[in-house]
C-alpha cells in the first residue's frame, strides 16, 4: 500500500500525481506554503477562501450573536424577576424576547456549528480545503450580511416584533405597519442562501474529498452530525425561505395567502414555519451531539461504544424530524387523529436519543477519564441531555400539551434542549480544539470554574422554569400579577441566569489570556486519534504537506489498538502542488478519482454577497433604482466569478475508458 | 495531578447536587406557601373531565420521568468516577465492546416510549368529546385584548353578548366554540380544559366542564400583541338555580334608572364611549369592546387586570393606558364632575 495509486487501478486523473513526503522545511513544503498563503492585510481578508480562516470567522461571529442574545435575554430577566415591574415597555419587551429567539436560534446555533465544521472537515477528512472554497467564502459572508441586515432595524427601535415564529395574521400588515417584519422576513430568506449553499458544500465536502483510504465508515463521528443536519437543511430551508417571501409579498404586493379577509389561510404559516422548524432544530443539535461524540472518547482513553449504532441514530432522528411538526401545534384545533399520529411519532424520535445516551454513558464507563475540562463540559452535557430529552417527552404526550404548551415548561424544556445540546458542547469544543486553532492550551484552572459556574447558574435558571411552567405561567408575557405564584421561581431564575452569564465571560476571559499567555500546544495534546490532531498546531495554510492515505477510523490511535486494525500513512503520498490542489476520491469507499483543483483567493464571493445584501436594502428600502442597480453588481460579481480559468481546469481525457474504471 | 482534578471535581459535584436540589425544593414550597394556590396551576388542580385525565397524565409522567432521570444520573455519575484497576493504561481497548449497554438501554426506553404513547393516546381520546352531549353551547371570540362571549339559544331573544366572563352550570359539558376577531389568541382554562387556538377564518370547538362550583382563572396564551400579559378571563360555575337566575339577568336590557348624575353619566358615555361599547337598551352600539349591558355583575375589568370597584373603573376609565400600554381603550380626560356621573351610571348596570 506504500503507493495508493498503484492500488486503484484506471485512476481517472489527468495525471499521475506524485507521491513522496515532504517534511516541514524541505523545498517542496515551502512551495506548497507559498501555493497556499493568503495575501496579508485587508486584500487578503476579503478575499480569501482558506476554511480555517472561515470556520475562525465563523465561530467568532456567532459567538458575538451569542452575547447579543444572552444580553437580549438578561434585560429580558430583569423585567421578570418580580411581579408588575416597568423597566421593559410591552413593546420593547416583545422586540426584545422576538430578537433573541432569531438571533439564538438563526445567528449563533447553526452558524456556531458551521463554524466548527468548516474548520474541522477538511483536516479531519484529510484534505486541503472543503469541496467548494468561495462558495465557503460566500457562505459567511452571507451569513455576516443577514445578520446585520436582521438587527439593522433594531436601534431605530423597529425590530421585528411578532416572536421568531412570526405568525400570521399577527405578523401581516393590518397588524404591524412599520418595517420590523419585512426586515425580518427578507433578512431570512438572505440567510437562506447562506445555510443553503453551505450544507450543499458539506455534503459535497464528505463524498468527495476525503483521504484515499477513508471509507465511508471510518469517518469521524462528528462528520456524520453536520452531513445529516446538512442534507436536512437542503429540504428544511427552501419551506422557511418560501414562507418568508410569501408573507413579504403579502406585506409589500398585496397577495392574500395569509389574508383572511380574502381567503388566505393562517394555519399555512404554521405548517410550512413548523415544516422547516422542527428539522431546524435537530439541524442545530446533531452536530453538537456529534462534538461530544467526537471528542469525549478522547478524554476516555478509548473510542466511541457503537459507532455505527451512533451514526444511524443520528441519521434516523433527523428522518423522524421531518414528521414531527405539528407537535408545535397540538393546540391549534387539529383532530384527534392526527394528533395521535404526531404524538406517537414524537415519543418515538426519542429512541434515537436513547441510543447515543447510552453510547456516551458506556464509553465514559468502559473508558478511563482523564478530567480536563473538556470532559466536564461533555459528561455535563450528558445529565443536560436527558433532562431536556425526558421534558420533551412530557409534551409529546398530546392531552398533557394541550396543558404545557405555550407555558414556562416549554421554554425550559428548548433551553435544556438548546444550551444543554448545543452551548455546553460548543464551549466544551472550543476548550478540546483551542490548540489546534490557535497553537495554545486553554487554562485549566479557569477551564473548570467556567464549567462549573456554568452548570450550576443553568440549572439554577432553567430547572425552575419547568416549575413555573406548571404552575402556569405562559409565554411572552411582559410582566405578570402578584397574585400568580410566579414570583419566587421567578426571582430564582433570573438569580440562575446571571450566573451562568458569569460563567460565560469567565470562559470568554479564558480566551483571551489563552491567546496571548496560553501554554505552547503541540500538534497533539490531548493524544487524541484523528487527522487533524497528525498536523502542527495552529494548522499551516495548506493542512497537509502529503495527502494522507487511511487505513482505521483512528489513525493516530492504531499503535496502541488492542484489536488489530490496519496501518495508515501520513508522511508519504500524493504530493500535488502544481497549484492549489487536492485529491478528490470516490463517495463510498474513498479511492483516489481525480485531482481537484482548487480556486484561489477571490473577491467575488464578498462582492456578490454584498450586492445581494445592498439589493435586499434596496427592496427592503423601495429603492427601486438601487435595488436594479445592485442586481446588476451581482450579475457583474457573478460573471467574473464564473470567468474561465485554465488554472482550474479539471479535465478528464478518455470518457469510455474511466466508465469502465469508475464501476471496476 | 490528575489526582487533585479528580478530588476538585469530586468535591464541586457533590456540593452542585446540594445546591441543585435545595434549589429546586425551595420554589415548590415557596409557591405553594405564596398564596395557598396559584390559579393556573393545573399541575395540582384539575376541577373537571376534560382535564383531569391528563392531570393523571401529568403525574405518572412526572413520577417516572424522575425515576428514569435519577437512574441515568446515577449510571453517569458511577460511570465517571468508579474505581479502575490501574493495569495496561496504555492499551486503548477495542470498539466493539459495550454494544450490550445500547442493546438493554435502548430496549427498555423504547418499551417505555411505547406504553407512554399508548396511554397518552387512550387518554386522548378520553378527553377528547363530553360523556354526555353539551348541554349549553357558546361562542367565545378573542379581540385585541378582551373575549367576548355569546351564549346561543335556538330561540333568538334569549341569546345574549357578555365579556370576559363566563358563566356556566356544574356538572354539565359545555361546547365552546372559538373565534378571533384579529390574531390568533389561544382560550386556556387551566384547571378545567387545555388550550386551543382561536384562529381568524376558523371555528375550534372545545368541551369543558366543572364539577365543582367555584371561579377558574383563564388566559391567552398565544402570543397576540403588546397586550397579551394581560388578557385574562373567569370562568364561574355555579348550581343550576344560580346559573339560570344569571342568564335572565344577562338577557335584560339595562335598566333605566333616572337621577341628575346619572343621566349626565349617560350621556357622556353615548358621546363619548358608544363608538365602541354597547350597552342593550341605550343607543350605545359599539361593537369594537366589551358589552357593558352588565358590567357591575362581573368580577373583574379590563380583561382580568383589575377587581371592579367603582375606584378601580375610575382608575381604569382615565388611566387606561398606564394600565394597559397599548390597548385600544383610549385614557379619557376627564373633569372630577364627569367621572362621577359615569360612575354613577356605570354603577346601574346591575
Known amino acids: ?664 | 495531578m490528575k489526582d487533585s482534578a479528580f478530588r476538585f471535581c469530586n468535591r464541586a459535584a457533590v456540593k452542585c447536587a446540594f445546591i441543585l436540589i435545595a434549589l429546586t425544593a425551595a420554589p415548590v414550597s415557596a409557591a405553594l406557601a405564596e398564596n395557598g394556590i396559584a390559579p393556573l396551576n393545573y399541575f395540582l388542580h384539575s376541577y373537571g373531565p376534560a382535564s383531569t385525565p391528563a392531570m393523571y397524565l401529568g403525574w405518572v409522567l412526572v413520577a417516572l420521568l424522575l425515576i428514569i432521570l435519577a437512574v441515568i444520573t446515577l449510571l453517569l455519575i458511577r460511570a465517571v468516577f468508579r474505581k479502575r484497576s490501574s493495569e495496561e493504561t496504555l492499551i486503548i481497548k477495542g470498539e466493539a465492546q459495550g454494544m450490550r449497554w445500547i442493546y438493554i438501554g435502548t430496549a427498555i426506553s423504547t418499551g417505555i416510549l411505547f406504553s407512554l404513547a399508548i396511554y397518552s393516546l387512550v387518554t386522548l381520546n378520553i378527553i377528547a368529546r363530553p360523556a354526555q352531549p353539551p348541554a349549553l353551547t357558546l361562542t367565545v371570540t378573542g379581540y385585541d385584548w378582551w373575549w367576548k362571549v355569546e351564549y346561543e339559544d335556538d330561540d333568538p331573544a334569549r341569546r345574549f353578548v357578555t365579556a370576559n366572563e363566563i358563566h356556566i352550570p356544574v356538572g354539565q359539558a359545555v361546547l365552546v366554540k372559538l373565534k378571533s376577531a384579529d390574531v390568533i389568541h389561544a382560550f386556556w382554562a387551566p384547571a378545567l380544559a387545555g388550550k386551543t387556538q382561536m384562529i381568524p377564518g376558523l371555528i375550534n370547538q372545545k368541551w369543558l366542564q366543572a364539577d365543582t362550583e367555584g371561579v377558574y382563572r383563564g388566559q391567552c396564551t398565544q402570543y397576540c400583541g403588546v397586550q397579551h400579559a394581560h388578557m385574562g378571563l373567569e370562568i364561574v360555575a355555579q348550581n343550576t338555580a344560580d346559573f339560570r337566575k344569571w342568564q335572565d339577568a344577562q338577557r335584560k336590557t339595562a335598566a333605566m334608572v333616572s337621577a341628575f348624575d346619572v343621566d349626565a353619566g349617560r350621556n357622556l358615555f353615548l358621546d363619548r364611549c358608544a363608538g365602541c361599547h354597547t350597552i342593550r337598551g341605550t343607543g350605545a352600539v359599539g361593537a369594537h369592546a366589551p358589552d357593558l349591558t352588565h358590567l357591575k355583575s362581573r368580577r373583574l375589568i379590563a380583561a382580568g387586570r383589575l377587581t371592579n370597584t367603582p375606584e378601580h373603573l375610575a382608575e381604569w376609565i382615565t388611566h387606561a393606558q398606564e394600565l394597559k400600554p397599548g390597548a385600544r381603550m383610549p385614557s379619557m380626560a376627564l373633569t372630577a364632575a364627569e367621572i362621577s356621573g359615569l360612575s354613577a351610571f356605570l354603577s346601574t348596570l346591575n
Not at chain 1, 395574521?169 to 442562501?193: E, R, S
Not at chain 1, 429512541?351 to 447515543?356: D, E, F, G, Q
Request: overall charge neutral; some cysteine.
Open chain 1, 1 to 664: 500500500m506504500s503507493n495508493a495509486s498503484q492500488s486503484t487501478p484506471g485512476l481517472n486523473l489527468t495525471r499521475v500525481p506524485d507521491v513522496g513526503s515532504a517534511p516541514i522545511g524541505s523545498a517542496a513544503e515551502i512551495r506548497l506554503a507559498q501555493l497556499w498563503e493568503t495575501a496579508p492585510g485587508w486584500r487578503g481578508w476579503l478575499s480569501t477562501v482558506d476554511h480555517k480562516e472561515i470556520g475562525i470567522r465563523y465561530l467568532v461571529t456567532a459567538f458575538i450573536f451569542l452575547l447579543m442574545g444572552g444580553t437580549e435575554a438578561l434585560i429580558m430577566r430583569l423585567q421578570l424577576a418580580r411581579p408588575d415591574q416597568t423597566l421593559l415597555t410591552p413593546e420593547q419587551y416583545s422586540q426584545l424576547f422576538t430578537m433573541h429567539g432569531i438571533t439564538m436560534i438563526f445567528l449563533y446555533s447553526a452558524p456556531m456549528l458551521s463554524g466548527f465544521s468548516n474548520y474541522l472537515w477538511p483536516l479531519m477528512l484529510g484534505s486541503r480545503d472543503m469541496a467548494f472554497p468561495r462558495l465557503n467564502a460566500i457562505s459567511y459572508w452571507f451569513f455576516l450580511f443577514a445578520g446585520i441586515f436582521l438587527y439593522a432595524s433594531f436601534p431605530l427601535g423597529q425590530a421585528p416584533n411578532a416572536g421568531w415564529f412570526d405568525y400570521v395574521p399577527f405578523a401581516g400588515l393590518d397588524y404591524n405597519t412599520g418595517p420590523n417584519i419585512d426586515v425580518y422576513a427578507l433578512g431570512m430568506v438572505l440567510l437562506g442562501i447562506s445555510t443553503t449553499v453551505g450544507s450543499i458544500n458539506f455534503i459535497v465536502t464528505l463524498f468527495r474529498t476525503r483521504a484515499p483510504g477513508m471509507s465511508i465508515n471510518r469517518v469521524p463521528i462528528i462528520v456524520w452530525g453536520t452531513f445529516t443536519a446538512s442534507v436536512a437543511n437542503v429540504f428544511a430551508i427552501p419551506s422557511v425561505s418560501l414562507v418568508f417571501f410569501l408573507l413579504w409579498l403579502d406585506r409589500q404586493t398585496g397577495t392574500h395567502f395569509f389574508d383572511v379577509v380574502n381567503g388566505g389561510k393562517p394555519m399555512l404559516w404554521q405548517h410550512l414555519f413548523w415544516m422547516f422548524g422542527h428539522p431546524w432544530v435537530y439541524a442545530v443539535v446533531l452536530p453538537a451531539m456529534g462534538i461530544v461524540s467526537e471528542a469525549l472518547p478522547t478524554f476516555c482513553r478509548r473510542p466511541l461504544v457503537g459507532y455505527s449504532a451512533v451514526a444511524l441514530s443520528t441519521m434516523a432522528t433527523m428522518l423522524l424530524g421531518f414528521g414531527v411538526w405539528i407537535h408545535h401545534m397540538f393546540a391549534t384545533g387539529l383532530p384527534a387523529l392526527a394528533l395521535s399520529f404526531f404524538g406517537a411519532a414524537s415519543m418515538v424520535i426519542s429512541i434515537p436519543s436513547a441510543v447515543a445516551v447510552f453510547a456516551w454513558i458506556a464509553t465514559i464507563w468502559l473508558g478511563r477519564p482523564v478530567f480536563k475540562t473538556p470532559f466536564l463540559y461533555f459528561a455535563g452535557f450528558v445529565f443536560l441531555f436527558v433532562v431536556g430529552g425526558l421534558s420533551g417527552v412530557m409534551t409529546a404526550a398530546v392531552p398533557l400539551d394541550f396543558q404545557l404548551n405555550e407555558t414556562y415548561f416549554v421554554v425550559a424544556h428548548l433551553h435544556y434542549v438548546l444550551i444543554g445540546i448545543n452551548v455546553f458542547p460548543v464551549v466544551g469544543g472550543i476548550y478540546y480544539w483551542f490548540p489546534k486553532f490557535f497553537g495554545r492550551m486553554m487554562n485549566e484552572t479557569l477551564g473548570k470554574w467556567s464549567f462549573w459556574v456554568m452548570f450550576i447558574g443553568f440549572n439554577l435558571g432553567f430547572f425552575p422554569m419547568h416549575l413555573s411552567g406548571l404552575l402556569g405561567m405562559p409565554r411572552r408575557i411582559y410582566t405578570y400579577a402578584p397574585n400568580m405564584g410566579w414570583n419566587t421561581v421567578n426571582m430564582i431564575t433570573t438569580l440562575g441566569s446571571f450566573i451562568f452569564a458569569a460563567g460565560i465571560l469567565i470562559f470568554l476571559a479564558n480566551v483571551f489570556i489563552s491567546l496571548k499567555r496560553g501554554a505552547i500546544a503541540h500538534s497533539n495534546p490531548w493524544d487524541a486519534p484523528t487527522l487533524e490532531w497528525a498536523i502542527p498546531s495552529p494548522p499551516p495554510a495548506y493542512n497537509f504537506t502529503v495527502i494522507p492515505f487511511v487505513a482505521s477510523r483512528h489513525p493516530l490511535w492504531e499503535d496502541r489498538l488492542d484489536e488489530g486494525s490496519g496501518r495508515s500513512i501520513l508522511d508519504k503520498g500524493y504530493l500535488l502542488m502544481e497549484g492549489r490542489e487536492t485529491i478528490g476520491t470516490t463517495p463510498l469507499d474513498a479511492k483516489p478519482d481525480i485531482i481537484l483543483k482548487m480556486p484561489g483567493d477571490s473577491y467575488a464571493p464578498f462582492l456578490l454577497a454584498l450586492s445581494t445584501s445592498l439589493a435586499f436594502a434596496g427592496l427592503l428600502l423601495h429603492w427601486r433604482d438601487f435595488t436594479a442597480l445592485m442586481s446588476l453588481a451581482c450579475t457583474l460579481s457573478l460573471t467574473a466569478w464564473m470567468w474561465p480559468s485554465k488554472a482550474l481546469v479539471q479535465c478528464v481525457p478518455d470518457i469510455n475508458q474511466d466508465k469502465g474504471a469508475a464501476h471496476g
